[in-house]
């Protein structure tokens, strides 16, 4: 049993491939700030530019994790993502690189194939009756005429 208790706890080598360079890079920036260098503080950011990218490869590569919870047996950062080559659902990486899940052509806009598809949660609370594109005024609101406008006019 470990001290986390039985959760996943995202760890991949994606993951901590790009917190290595960031924190490198960091720590380089800071330093070249510290010691008046440009040189330094050019080669922090370049690190923490190549963080990002090395981070994107191997999450495109399978090294990385879908959002949301994963089964148990895929929790430990040694096993690669299966589903990394068809795209993750709702995924900025795999949508810059042309991976999007197949779509239902059933459905209208078609929704992800896949079990981790994102589902809005319906609206509810006090004010989720309102409607803003409703041409009546909200209750406890006045109707004014806009600032500067001359209700004598016509």
Request: hydrophobic residues 35%.
């Amino acid at each position: 049993m470990s001290a986390h208790g039985d959760v996943d706890l995202g760890h991949t080598p994606a993951g901590w491939t790009g917190t290595a360079f960031a924190a490198a890079g960091a720590t380089a920036a800071g330093a070249g700030i510290c010691l008046d260098r440009a040189w330094l503080l050019w080669l922090g950011a370049t690190l923490v530019v190549l963080a990002a990218a090395a981070t994107w490869v191997l999450h495109l590569a399978g090294w990385g994790k879908p959002s949301g919870p994963r089964p148990a047996d895929q929790w430990d950062w040694r096993v690669r993502d299966t589903t990394a080559r068809e795209g993750h659902p709702d995924c900025l990486g795999c949508r810059l690189a042309g991976r999007r899940p197949r779509t239902e052509p059933g459905e209208a806009g078609g929704r992800p194939t896949t079990e981790h598809a994102y589902r809005a949660p319906e609206p509810s609370g006090r004010f989720s009756s309102y409607s803003t594109s409703s041409a009546e005024p909200l209750p406890g609101t006045a109707t004014r005429s806009p600032v500067g406008a001359n209700p004598n006019r016509r």
